[in-house]
């Protein structure tokens, strides 16, 4: 067999290599981050408002992502009149009902909340899940559809885990001055820190040349590099003022990643802390969780 041979060879398996790697950490419904939710006793009367809101009237809105084309699905629930609405990113092989009981939490504080199906979840087609990039995009879309639906609202996003890169990878970008603040939860710093993390904690090795392989799969097949998700880049470039929320004990996203997201860049900043697990924060911390989020938003809308 001749050297030029081999090297074919190599450089198929390492295409069929790549390219299964991208299918396990993207396609819809991977469990790649190992993302099935603890069990977490929430604190008294969570339940009971979670389910009072899911009885609200709520309206269903479509678009067309700007970048892939393919069709995406909120759901729109008004509070009282409030000329402030809250749009709620999910996080990773979840849908927006994972993100039920936050959203609560905004509507019983008085706002407006808009809840979305990212790319690759729930209503939303899409056959790839962007760990915050494709849905950065797909943010801005709605953003301006909540513009064109509500003028003159004003705006907050917010995030958890993946959905909180989303929000920070979007606070980067030029976006209109209704938008007023953003709130992370549980939140990365970049899509190569969180896979070489799993690599690492999960399956003991340091992946870092199979996860830029996938990168270039991702490119051709996704349209993005995992390099254009990082979130300490993109705070550099942000002018909102950040809540950035981290539970000590999660395991999911390592808590060392908040300090190294909250000291970036240089806008207005509150961070909170509890130990809770990931994105488990509010259950178990909710009076507090509250109250940090009330005054946050007090304060910067």
């Known amino acids: 067999m001749t050297i030029g041979i081999i090297l074919i060879i190599l450089l198929l398996l390492a295409v069929l290599i790549s390219n299964a790697l991208f299918l396990y950490l993207q396609k819809r419904g991977s469990k790649a981050l190992n993302g099935a939710a603890p069990k977490i006793k929430r604190d008294a009367g969570l339940d009971e408002r979670t389910a009072e809101f899911l009885n609200m009237n709520k309206v269903e809105w479509t678009i067309e992502s700007k970048f892939n084309g393919n069709k995406l699905v909120g759901w729109f629930t008004p509070s009282n009149g409030s000329k402030v609405t809250v749009i709620l990113v999910h996080g990773f092989a979840?849908?927006?009902?994972?993100?039920?009981?936050?959203?609560?939490?905004?509507?019983?504080?008085?706002?407006?909340?808009?809840?979305?199906?990212?790319?690759?979840?729930?209503?939303?087609?899409?056959?790839?899940m962007g760990y915050g990039y494709l849905e950065s995009r797909?943010?801005?879309?709605?953003?301006?559809?909540?513009?064109?639906?509500?003028?003159?609202?004003?705006?907050?996003?917010?995030?958890?885990?993946?959905?909180?890169?989303?929000?920070?990878?979007?606070?980067?970008?030029?976006?209109?001055?209704?938008?007023?603040?953003?709130?992370?939860?549980?939140?990365?710093?970049?899509?190569?820190?969180?896979?070489?993390?799993?690599?690492?904690?999960?399956?003991?090795?340091?992946?870092?040349?199979?996860?830029?392989?996938?990168?270039?799969?991702?490119?051709?097949?996704?349209?993005?590099?995992?390099?254009?998700?990082?979130?300490?880049?993109?705070?550099?470039?942000?002018?909102?003022?950040?809540?950035?929320?981290?539970g000590k004990n999660d395991f999911t996203v390592p808590f060392e990643m908040e300090e190294k997201l909250?000291?970036?860049?240089?806008?207005?900043?509150?961070?909170?802390?509890?130990l809770g697990v990931h994105i488990r924060s509010y259950y178990i911390d909710s009076v507090k969780y509250q109250e940090t989020v009330e005054n946050s938003l007090k304060r910067y809308i």
Request: with cysteine.
């Open 94 to 128: 979840v849908d927006h009902n994972s993100l039920n009981i936050h959203a609560q939490l905004f509507n019983h504080l008085g706002y407006n909340v808009l809840q979305i199906d990212n790319q690759a979840a729930g209503k939303s087609e899409g056959k790839y």
């Open 262 to 274: 909250s000291t970036c860049g240089n806008f207005p900043r509150m961070i909170y802390t509890s």
């Open 138 to 246: 797909d943010l801005l879309d709605w953003i301006d559809e909540l513009n064109r639906r509500r003028p003159d609202e004003k705006i907050v996003l917010f995030g958890a885990s993946m959905g909180a890169a989303t929000v920070m990878l979007t606070s980067g970008e030029s976006l209109p001055d209704n938008v007023k603040a953003v709130i992370e939860d549980s939140g990365y710093t970049s899509t190569e820190d969180i896979l070489s993390y799993h690599c690492k904690d999960r399956f003991h090795i340091k992946g870092l040349w199979l996860i830029r392989g996938a990168s270039i799969v991702s490119k051709i097949r996704a349209g993005f590099f995992y390099g254009q998700a990082d979130c300490t880049k993109a705070l550099k470039h942000c002018q909102l003022p950040v809540l950035f929320m981290h």
